[in-house]
């Protein structure tokens, strides 16, 4: 049983077009994440949200939206990809009341031409 | 947040304990020191955490200065699997979770 997952794993489309990743965690917590890894393999956060709630979001160009239907859910649409959005796009979880402990997904990479 | 220096790479041999090295000399009273490490082409996987006291899970050891401005997470018997960047990360407890990763150590392990 995959404790978080995320679909698709690759996704290739072309500049301009919008598309969306989705996360599913079956832990049960209440705070999911997006990151972003950029070909350096630098490891970014992105967003966060708390049981439906966003809590964290970075400076991250609005063409990107978290939607999080409900808290086993955390969705990322982008719109109007661009050159440099290909990354590896991974999600992540953690239960509340704990010190930080993240569960992350196998991650999507998206690689836009 | 405050910020973690680590070495660029390390390397081991299989069966041969490792020892990486992370220094936080800014790091603040309520930051909990974290360890994930991240194997190829997978997601960021936990290892170990710690405030002050040492620390011993299945996994690693996480050794703590007294002054927590350094800490030492060991693997005491390397094995092939255990070749990963290994990222050290300070996070505290009103940041929401917010984990900021840095460069990291690449270890390689040889047979």
């Known amino acids: 049983d995959t404790a978080v997952s995320q679909t698709p794993k690759y996704l290739v489309t072309q500049m301009g077009n919008d598309k969306s990743i989705k996360c599913e965690q079956n832990?049960?917590?209440?705070?999911m994440y997006w990151y972003k890894q950029d070909s350096k393999k630098f490891l970014k956060i992105m967003f966060s949200?708390?049981?439906?709630?966003?809590?964290i979001n970075e400076t991250v160009p609005n063409r990107f939206s978290p939607k999080s239907p409900d808290k086993a859910h955390l969705n990322l649409h982008i719109n109007s990809l661009e050159l440099g959005d290909s990354a590896v796009y991974f999600c992540?979880?953690?239960?509340?009341?704990?010190?930080?402990?993240?569960?992350f997904g196998p991650g999507t990479r998206l690689t836009v031409l | 947040d405050a910020k973690t220096t680590q070495p660029n790479s390390m390397e081991s041999n299989e069966e041969e304990p490792v020892h990486l090295p992370c220094n936080h000399s800014?790091?603040?009273?309520?930051?909990?020191i974290h360890w994930y490490r991240q194997l190829p082409s997978q997601g960021p996987e936990y290892v170990i955490h710690?405030?002050?006291s040492n620390v011993n899970n299945r996994m690693a050891s996480l050794a703590i200065a007294e002054d927590r401005k350094s800490s030492t997470l060991i693997l005491h018997r390397a094995t092939l699997r255990d070749a990963a960047v290994y990222y050290c990360?300070?996070?505290?407890?009103?940041?929401?979770?917010?984990?900021?990763f840095g460069q990291g150590t690449i270890l390689t392990v040889h047979p």
């Open positions: 992540a979880s953690r239960p509340s009341g704990t010190t930080d402990t993240q569960y």
């Open positions: 832990l049960g917590h209440d705070t």
């Open positions: 949200y708390n049981n439906k709630e966003l809590i």
């Open positions: 800014t790091i603040s009273g309520t930051d909990y």
């Open positions: 710690g405030l002050t």
């Open positions: 990360i300070l996070a505290g407890g009103t940041s929401y979770g917010k984990l900021t």
